[in-house]
């Protein structure tokens, strides 16, 4: 809160003082608006991509998250461990943040559904050695994916861990100490332990491609072994292997850092710079409201990170031309990395957004130290967004902090207008857009993109997650070690939650399936006894949507929204032309589920 009344001054004293300044204040006040629609958009899209209740994860089982509901070109109809711990985590930080008791069934089926995902075998390995933690993937019921693919992925059980944690501690903070112990803590073990026994160990990037080891992956396992470290013994127990790794695996980290930026992936041979938004999504990880600019744990406001992100987003504006004559000073579009030819490479939603979250968060932290200082390191960075950086350190209150804060607060601004430039107007997210006209591209809906939005408006507006410790985990052993600890794992089992308290839902979003074959030219709608669903008005039924229809699972599906409690019939209708054909008697009853769930889903059959 402090920081947004300092920023407001510091935008106030630069609108008087100069005019571009001016039409900076106009335009931010739009991308306000836009943001918080957006953010409503986004946390919907995320809920309908959420099994087995969202209105697009017909097929997923109850706490399994689609990647993305788009099963072809590409087929992301699965539920990725790192990309679900993500999403989760943010769904965490924002039920913490907002009591939404409607996010925390929603996590803890995530975290019911965990428990038993963890023991499924698959190509990865097994269970009993810890091995099949490592695997990326798995089919959206919950069995194992056993299609070729790039494995393991390190940084799954890791992020998992950081997300369960996150609500273990709210779960301690709130009076259900035995639901952290009994059923969070288990689950937390076996993740905390696959990373300390193999985090020392090459495995896939986050972008599948690579085998070697990725910053991001180490970022979050450093992370993980510290805070679980602490996680362990506020249940009672200990993590001796998190304490043993943890330093060493801070010792690897600082080997990404060549001197000028971070090279994302190491101990590989590929042709690449290593610039990549890898990095810059590791600062989101690495974030710490507690922690100083500290370099070494490569916080958001460090020296380190901040010639990162000059030195990874510089490398897409020439690469792109929606980027062309954006001046340096200026937010442009980010992607993967400049040399990416996955759909001929392409700004990526939520690199471009984390480009945007980084500096909020780094401006969090100033706001917290009261000053910034500019290291050589640091130098260009500032100089790209106020020319007359200079290095030294500058406290609050200070005309020169309020100017580089306030360039700062802009230039983020400018990376999230343009994700609004480039999002259409129903505010759907897919995974990239188009680096020649910006138009969407490849997945729609993408969960992480959808959290990707809502992490970067939490910080924006200053709502940051908990500490996990990072100041106090920063010592750089003075010799790095090739090391490991073994350990054990055991089935977690306990998924019995508390009755919490929660807000009955008013209105729910009503997802009807129904399953039936059809040929091109029909069409089916819902129709039913209340006026939301025509009142049996064939005219006025509900089209549902073919989008996902295969031979082998012919789906049709729509949502409407419906007061909880509501009773009705209905029936399901084919139209062809101006012929109508109804399914069979007898008519459907069905009462709209009035629980703590916004949403509910039906799952039929053609009744022929
Ligand atoms: C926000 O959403 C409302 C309702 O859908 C719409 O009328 C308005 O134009 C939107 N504003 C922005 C800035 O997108
Ligand atoms: C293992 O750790 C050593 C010491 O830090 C490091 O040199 C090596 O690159 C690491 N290997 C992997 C695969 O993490
Ligand atoms: C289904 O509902 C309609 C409209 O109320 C009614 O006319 C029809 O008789 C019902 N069908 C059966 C089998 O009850």
Redesign the pocket.
Known sequence: MLLQKSLLVATLVSFVHCIPAASALYKRAALDDWIANETSTALAGILANAGYNGAKAYGANQGLLLASPSTTNPDYFFTWTRDSALVFKSLVDRFIATGDSNLQVEINDYISAQAKLQTVSNPSGSFSDGSGLGEPKYEPDGTAFTGDWGRPQRDGPALRATALIAYGRWLQSNGYSDAATNIVWPIVKNDLTYVAQYWNQTGFDLWEEVKGSSFFTTAAQHRALVEGSAFAASVGSSCASCDSQAPQALCLLQQYWNGQYIVSNINVNIARTGKDANSILSSLHTFDPSAGCDDTTFQPCSPRMLANHKAVTDSFRSVYSINSGIAASTGVAVGRYSEDVYYNGNPWYLATLAAAEQLYSALYQYNKAGSITITSTSLSFWKAIYSSAATGTYASGSSTYSALTSAMKTYADGYVAIVEKYTPSNGGLAEQFDRNNGAPLSAVDLTWSYAAFLTMSAARSNSVPASWGAASANKVPSACAASSATGSYTAATNTNWPSFPCTIATSVQQTFNVLTTTVPGQDIYVVG?ISALGS?DTAKAIKLDAGRYRSDLPLWYGSVTLSAGTAF?Y?YIRKEGSSVTWES???RSYTVPKTCRTSAAARDSWQG
């Open positions: 006894s049996w019939e029936k008697d007898p008519n």
